[in-house]
């Protein structure tokens, strides 16, 4: 069935009373959207942090309404609801139904990181170049969790995976993905070389979607998925963290202690000027500790120090 659709730009310390606000009126769905990626045409997907849903600075909030409600009488709701809240800015449209979990993935296209890495969304035939014997091919069904591979948080981790491969490190190793969204990190770990990987997130749909995915691509043999509080307690050779800085901080102790000495971490999530704290942080356990930027995003990457 078609709906109304009421758009409204707000910040992120404002966006819980928007939201509120449009639930109380009767909102069917209310959705977060980053507003400067959505004015590039580019939506920009996070992977949530263990224990925390992330949220961009500048946001739009888009609310679902009946068709038949009447935008004055909801704009008129609104303002009594909250007189503190501006909805001047509000926009409506009428949209037609659609399976609004699945359409957002149409628009991507088979995806290359580093030297052999691609990454194929389900809907999509895998490309010519990735037909040979070395590549290592990862078929994505997102659903609904996090870690497409167009954000350049993942691209940065898969870019070191491949990386990774190249020089032999992955090989027969086991790998923690922390805070695994889609699984698209741990599979692409399997894919090229780690003979097992464990997924950890807090959000039980991500776990569900991993899970799936890994099935899709044969490697659910090779490949565990926990809550944090189920995790084993464990070191791997190679641990990649793909959250947010602020979770990267508080967490370092415990990731720093899953990592076995002599071991590779890459830390991801951390917008460009997050980086020297993390790095000063994280110098208490690893060396070789190095900052790689692409677009406004950073990954730090490094080796385990023997404690």
């Not at 980053?34 to 609310?63: F, K, Y």
């Not at 799936?212 to 464990?234: K, T």
């Not at 050779?237 to 979770?247: D, E, F, K, R, T």
Request: one cysteine or more; hydrophobic letters at 50%; proline letters at 5%.
């Amino acid at each position: 069935m078609p709906f109304l659709e009421l758009s409204i730009a707000c910040s992120q310390a404002q966006q819980p009373r928007y939201e509120h606000a449009l639930e109380d009126v009767g909102a069917l769905a209310v959705t977060l959207v980053d507003a400067d990626a959505q004015s590039s045409n580019e939506r920009a997907i996070l992977e949530p942090g263990v224990g925390q849903t992330p949220l961009w600075n500048a946001l739009v909030l888009s609310a679902l309404f009946p068709a038949q409600a009447d935008a004055l009488v909801l704009l008129a709701a609104l303002e009594a609801f909250d007189p503190e809240l501006d909805w001047t800015g509000a926009s409506f449209r009428g949209v037609q139904d659609q399976d609004w979990e699945r359409a957002w993935i149409d628009q991507f296209a088979p995806m290359r990181f580093g030297a052999r890495t691609f990454i194929v969304p389900w809907n999509h035939d895998i490309p010519a170049e990735a037909r040979t014997a070395q590549a290592a091919v990862v078929r994505l069904d997102p659903g609904l969790a996090f870690g497409s591979g167009t954000h350049p948080t993942t691209a940065l981790c898969l870019t070191w995976l491949d990386g990774l491969a190249e020089t032999g490190v992955l090989q027969g190793q086991a790998v923690l993905d922390f805070g695994c969204g889609s699984g698209i990190l741990a599979l692409a770990a399997l894919k090229l070389g780690a003979a097992q990987a464990v997924g950890v997130d807090n959000d039980p749909q991500a776990l569900l979607a991993t899970s799936d995915n890994a099935a899709r691509n044969g490697v659910e043999d090779r490949l565990q998925v926990f809550l944090p509080a189920a995790e084993p307690v464990r070191t791997y050779p190679v641990v990649v963290a793909n959250i947010l800085a602020s979770a990267l901080d508080a967490l370092a102790q415990t990731l720093a202690a899953r990592v076995a000495p002599g071991g590779r971490i890459a830390l991801s999530g951390i917008l460009h000027g997050q980086e020297d704290a993390l790095l000063q942080r994280y110098a208490a356990w690893f060396d070789e500790l190095v900052a790689t930027g692409q677009e406004d995003w950073v990954r730090i990457d490094g080796v385990r120090r023997a404690d």
